[in-house]
């Protein structure tokens, strides 16, 4: 036997002893179709789970061929994970089961677009893992981004009448030498006010009762926050309470933002939930 010869059988050999990608192991694994919501008359089920609602039967339909899966953290800790989905658009674009060993997980929406269907799962850690191995992506964690930002609060006036507002503001400082960020503006002002605050208030030591004002989203995007700046963002603390009767007031301040080290939209980039807290005090006579 020639030496080319014992090479080529010595490389078939390593190749066979290759682990087999999760995908091609069995037929049952992978992401499917909603036949049916509710179906009737004895029809074949799975049981599937959505987030932390309780299980549900649904008829499991085709397989999705040729999908485009990201698996990315929605939270600091790294907690919990979505996966998004896009695939080539085919006539009815609905719900989707992703099965993955003994767990069928149903989306969390889906929808679609000229070209392509996409639907949106939540997984665990564990889950996030076994479904990055069985589509042949990454995981993807976060990690810290913008941990030299700095948020001072101050307000408007120290004091001021009865009947007039006051305005809270949060100063958000990025030190010369430290690497550019983007902090992402927008996107909680759908509403009365930008929800992207909070606050918390006393007066003379006592509760003042909250005024509810859900946001509905809105638009926004990222801006970049540069080595040596500073920009200062203002919210009427009058729209969280009643700040109109005399008194000293002790305000609890929080903004939060996300923050960006590439300023991409698209969402694939990476992010970094901030959240910046203070205390600002004035009287009202």
Known sequence: MSYRTMRYLALLIGLCALPVPAHAQNNRDGLFGVAERSPAGGAATVSVRRSERPSTGVTVGPRITRPRVTIRSIDNQNRRFSMLVRSPRVPTCGAAVLRIGEEALLSESYGHDAA?????????????????RLFGTTRVTRTPLGTQLRGRFTVSQARVASGAGVEVIVTIANPAGAARVFRFAGGRNRGPRNNRFSFTIERDGQPIAAIEAPDFGGLGGFVAVEPGSSAA?????????????????????????????????????????????????????
Do not use: K
């Not at 996409?118 to 479904?131: D, E, G, I, N, V």
């Open 233 to 285: 963002l203002r919210a009427d603390v009058s729209q969280w309470g009643d700040i109109s009767t005399p008194g000293r007031y002790v305000v609890r301040c929080a903004y939060e933002t996300e923050l960006s080290a590439t300023g991409d939209l698209s969402g694939e980039g990476p992010v970094w939930d901030r959240r910046f807290e203070g205390e600002v005090r004035f009287q009202v006579r």
């Open 116 to 132: 392509h269907c996409s639907q949106s799962f939540l997984l665990t850690p564990s889950q996030a893992s076994r479904a990055a």
